[in-house]
């Protein structure tokens, strides 16, 4: 394929085939797995994938790329569109089975993707995707650093979180300018615990969690308290919601920001 990288889709075309052979390796595709493919371009990953299982399904809103795919891979499942627009459920009845979502993501749509992804964690199974190097060390964020923030919290609530490796800009036609990492995201069902008690983790308090950690990272610098009351929730008062207000929310741990989820359930 000789498509040119279009800049209004952030494409960057994986070309390194011993950084392929890697993520084929850490994604250790089966036949019976419902592989989805965000954005395969010139379908470098697809190939690779296809080599190993006898389908999987690839969504591309480039049209140029669905016409050369659709000719180079017949087994392929190719559909039309942006995956922020997908329905997941239809993703999930191509083969009644969890997701395993993969692909080299635009950096631009990257925080969309994870978000969908969370939102939509009980018809995921995992995910390995390439992310700019930067996102993956806040995806590893520790609390009390610089990296801990909206992303950390979440995703290492909602799933387990691997770092596989760097790469490099060089791997890239055309090169980006940033390094990148790859990811290996584990949307597991294991109970969820809020001060060593299971807790049900509803739609409802899932959405509010997410809200949550959003509204107290809105204004990092600022305390609890500043960040809460300048966000959606500034007609909600938290002083009896067991959280130290005056902390910063890069020092609260998940346990801190589910007692406030819960805390605005109940205020409902």
Known sequence: MNLKPLKRFGQNYLTDPNILNKIVTEISPKNEDNIIEIGPG?????????EKVKSISAIEIDK??????SEKFLQLKLISGDFLEADLH???SIKNKKLRVVGNIPYNITSPILFKLIENNN????????VQYEVAKRIKGKKGTKDYGI???LLNFFADVKFCF??????????????????HLFFS????????????????MKSS??????????????????????????NIDFENSGVDLTKRAEQLDIDDFLKLAEYVQNQD
């Open 42 to 50: 010139k379908g470098a990953l697809t190939g690779k994938l296809l």
């Open 64 to 69: 140029r790329a669905r016409e050369e795919l």
């Open 90 to 92: 239809d993703l999930f």
């Open 123 to 130: 018809l995921v199974n995992d995910s390995v995707l390439m």
């Open 151 to 153: 992303l950390s919290v």
């Open 166 to 183: 760097k790469v490099s800009p060089s791997s890239f036609y055309p090169k980006p300018n940033v390094d990148s990492a790859v990811v």
């Open 189 to 204: 069902e294991r109970p969820r615990l809020m001060s060593g008690k299971e807790i049900e983790i509803t739609d409802e």
């Open 209 to 234: 969690l997410i809200k949550v950690v959003k509204a107290s990272f809105g204004n990092r610098r600022k305390t609890l308290k500043n960040s809460l009351s300048n966000s959606i929730f500034m």
